[in-house]
C-alpha cells in the first residue's frame, strides 16, 4: 500500500533558526513529489512539484529535495509568516489516474 | 487571476438536511476533484472528474454525490449529512497528464468549505 509519512508532527522554532520537515514514502513509482502550505481554514497553497531523485527546487526561504525514499522541505532563516502546516503528497505512476496520497502534515510555529 | 471558487465558505446544515457545497474554477482544467479534511488529517479523497467522466474512491460513502454540469462548476451533495461529516470540503482541480507523458501536474486547491452539523 502507498504510503507518505511526515515528520515531525509540529515543530517550534524561533524566528531565523532554520530546520527541515521530512517525507518519507513507500510507492510503487513516483511519478511526482508536491509540497503544499496550509494556513487555518484555507485551502493548501501549492508550493514545489519534485519529479525524481537528485532534484531541488526553491522559493524564497524554501527549499525542497528529493531522494528515492524521501523528500526534504528546508526552511532557512524563518519569520513568523512561515508558519502554517506543510503537506506532503505523492502521485503513482498509473497512467490516467491522478489521484495523490497526501501525508498529514508537519505544523510549523516560527516564535518572534 | 485564475482561481478556484468555493461557495459557501462556511454551512451549517440539520442532521440529515441535505446540503449542496459549490465549487467554480476558472483556470479551464479538464480535472476536478473534491476532498474532505478533517482536522489535523491529511485531506481525504472523495471522487475525481476527467472532463464528464466520474471516478468515485472505493470507501466514499452512498451518502456523498456529485455533479458536473461543465467544465467551470462541481457540486458536492450531502444527501443525509451526520454529525461524522463534519469537515472542510476542499474541491480542486489539475491538467490531466497525457497517457503517454510521465509528467505530474499540480493541483490547485479553493478556500475550501467548513461543514458543521448540528
Known amino acids: 500500500e502507498d504510503q507518505v509519512t511526515q515528520s515531525p508532527e509540529a515543530l517550534r522554532l524561533q524566528e531565523g533558526e532554520s530546520s527541515s520537515l521530512n517525507c518519507s514514502y513507500t510507492v510503487s513509482g513516483l511519478r511526482g513529489l508536491f509540497w503544499y502550505r496550509q494556513d487555518p481554514g484555507k485551502g493548501p497553497e501549492f508550493l514545489f512539484t519534485?519529479?525524481?531523485a537528485g532534484e531541488e527546487k526553491e522559493k524564497e526561504r524554501l527549499k525542497a529535495t528529493l531522494t528515492k525514499k524521501e523528500s526534504f522541505l528546508h526552511i532557512t532563516a524563518p519569520k513568523p509568516e512561515d508558519s502554517a502546516t506543510y503537506l506532503c503528497a505523492v502521485q503513482i505512476d498509473n497512467f490516467g489516474n491522478e489521484k495523490l496520497t497526501f501525508g498529514t502534515g508537519t505544523r510549523l510555529t516560527i516564535i518572534p | 487571476d485564475a482561481m478556484v471558487i468555493q461557495n459557501p465558505r462556511y454551512q451549517v446544515t440539520q442532521f440529515g438536511k441535505p446540503v449542496t457545497l459549490s465549487c467554480s474554477q476558472t483556470l479551464n482544467h479538464n480535472v476536478m476533484y473534491w476532498y474532505q479534511q478533517k482536522s489535523s488529517q491529511a485531506p481525504k479523497l472523495l471522487f475525481h472528474y476527467y472532463d464528464k467522466d466520474f471516478n468515485n474512491e472505493a470507501d466514499t460513502p452512498d451518502n456523498f454525490q456529485s455533479r458536473r454540469p461543465n467544465t467551470s462548476f462541481c457540486f458536492l451533495d450531502i444527501r443525509s449529512p451526520g454529525l461524522g461529516d463534519a469537515a472542510m470540503y476542499l474541491c480542486?482541480?489539475?491538467?490531466?497528464?497525457?497517457?503517454?507523458?510521465?509528467?505530474?501536474?499540480?493541483?490547485?486547491f479553493g478556500p475550501g468549505t467548513r461543514l458543521t452539523v448540528t
Open positions: 480542486a482541480t489539475s491538467r490531466e497528464a497525457p497517457i503517454r507523458d510521465s509528467g505530474a501536474y499540480e493541483q490547485y
Open positions: 519534485l519529479y525524481s
